[in-house]
């Protein structure tokens, strides 16, 4: 049996699990938490993005360059491609020389890419907007900023993630640090802030302590809208001590709540992943609804292998109201 094929298998298994059963056969503390389903090929990455074609075909895209590349057939090999933007956006230049943290979706028969410009450490930022008919790279066409930042502003407009609700009403999330995560509303028709409405909403911040709060991503499931956030340090190799929580509202401007009730926005957040062995800051997470569930796609640092950034995939169940990964 080829090993696509157990996979599948495994994943059937799983999901025809009773989910009390399953639940209960799900560990609950830090130190063991689920390791990643197996990736092979080109895993090396940060902050994925992950969406699935109408013919089954994954397309990935995460941070550096002009937003890096991989695609693979099963979830499970993954190959390396060009970056999305062949020649990158000359508006760029004034905030850095490479995008991060892209958040890929399809809506109205095209794909769209939020993604942000910026250097490490400053919030002297942008969001920017790419749409494309295939996804693919090389075809994106860019339609400029949609959301900035500066020097003397208390946010960060990095890290943008645009959720469309049941009513039809799209919103953007993003920030990192400072204040916290923030959102705006978008309109349809332009994918930029809604005219009528100039709000910035406060979704999460950690008002105490380290402000080291970022990458939101919102889903609704059950009549509940879930925010996940990164939390604490990335980007330091074996060092990083980022981790990603979650908390819930009935209202997609919030307040949100973790499972403790405390707010997000007063440093807030149930734990869904937590470093383990070595499978060190999984973080800059976001969610994908494929024909076996929801998934979160993140990225850790390789404890066996020089803290090297690499893709992580796991299932989640939410039979408790709350996602547990397995």
């Known amino acids: 049996m080829s090993r696509t094929s157990r996979t599948s298998r495994r994943r059937t298994a799983l999901l025809a699990v009773p989910a009390a059963v399953l639940l209960a056969l799900i560990p609950s503390s830090a130190s063991a938490y689920p390791n990643p389903g197996t990736v092979t090929g ?3 990455v940060h902050d994925p993005t992950m969406i699935r074609t109408s013919s089954g075909r994954y397309l990935l895209y995460g941070t550096g360059g002009g937003l890096g590349y991989k ?24 905030y850095a020389t490479e995008a991060w943290a892209p958040d890929i979706s399809y809506h109205g028969g095209k794909y769209l890419m939020y993604y942000a410009v910026s250097t490490f450490g400053s919030n002297k930022s942008a969001i920017g907007l790419a749409g494309s008919s295939t996804g693919l790279p090389g075809s994106w066409t860019d339609y400029g900023t949609v959301y900035t930042s500066t020097t003397s502003s208390d946010y960060n407009a990095i890290d ?26 978008i309109d349809p028709s332009s994918g930029k802030q809604l005219s009528s409405n100039t709000t910035r909403y406060s979704i999460a911040s950690r008002p105490t302590g380290t402000k080291a709060v970022e990458a939101p991503y919102i889903v609704k499931r059950n009549g509940y809208y879930y925010l996940f956030a990164s939390y604490d340090t990335c980007c330091a190799g074996t060092s990083s ?11 997609v401007t919030g307040p949100y709540y973790d499972q403790s009730g ?13 470093s383990h062995g070595r499978y060190i800051g999984p973080g800059g997470q976001s969610i994908m609804n494929d024909s076996d569930g929801d998934l979160i796609v993140y990225h850790y640092y390789d404890g066996n292998d020089n803290g090297t950034p690499k893709l992580g995939i796991n299932l989640l169940n939410w039979s408790s109201g709350w996602p547990v990964a397995y």
């Open 71 to 94: 695609t693979s057939t099963d979830r499970i090999a993954f190959t390396a491609g060009s970056d999305a933007f062949t020649t990158k956006p000359s508006w760029w230049s004034s």
């Open 262 to 274: 405390v707010a997000m926005t007063n440093n807030g957040g149930t734990p869904v992943l937590e």
């Open 42 to 44: 080109d895993t090396v």
């Open 160 to 185: 943008p993630n645009l959720f469309v609700d049941d009513d039809g009403k799209w919103w953007l999330s993003f920030g990192s640090w400072w204040t916290g995560l923030k959102m705006i509303q």
């Open 241 to 251: 001590t980022y981790k990603v929580k979650v908390g819930r509202a009935t209202s």
